[in-house]
């Protein structure tokens, strides 16, 4: 099994930045990519940002592209997400999520693992 460890999050200005992070604990060896959804109150999940592990262009997406930026390999299994010029609509709540098998956004059930989420809140 695997543990995703969420931090960072909290409230801010718009315009301001926050930086989030995650970690991944327990049977990683099979972890291949990592990822960050968020969600809004009333809206669908939606994803934000995924990296392979071992190369690979990020995914992102078009709203957060040039100021959200989701971190490369680091000998470990983490990815954190540097979130910069923060606006109301990025609001709600964040969630990491790993894969053993895919990348990106197109299919969110096939994420093998969940984080609990983390507030994001970002005024006016």
């Known amino acids: 099994q695997v543990q995703l460890m969420e931090s960072g999050g909290g409230s801010v200005e718009a315009g301001g930045s926050l930086r989030l992070s995650c970690i991944a604990s327990g049977n990683t060896a099979d972890i291949t990519c990592m990822a960050w959804f968020r969600q809004a109150p009333g809206k669908n999940r939606e994803g934000v940002a995924a990296?392979?592990?071992?190369?690979?262009?990020?995914y992102y997406l078009y709203s957060v592209m040039g100021r959200f930026t989701i971190s490369e390999d680091n000998g470990d299994y983490s990815r954190d997400l540097q979130m910069n010029n923060l606006k109301p609509e990025d609001t709600g709540t964040y969630y990491c999520a790993a894969s053993r098998t895919i990348c990106g956004f197109g299919t969110p059930s096939a994420y093998d693992y969940w984080g609990k989420g983390i507030r994001v809140t970002v005024s006016s």
């Open positions: 990296r392979w592990f071992g190369g690979g262009a990020p």
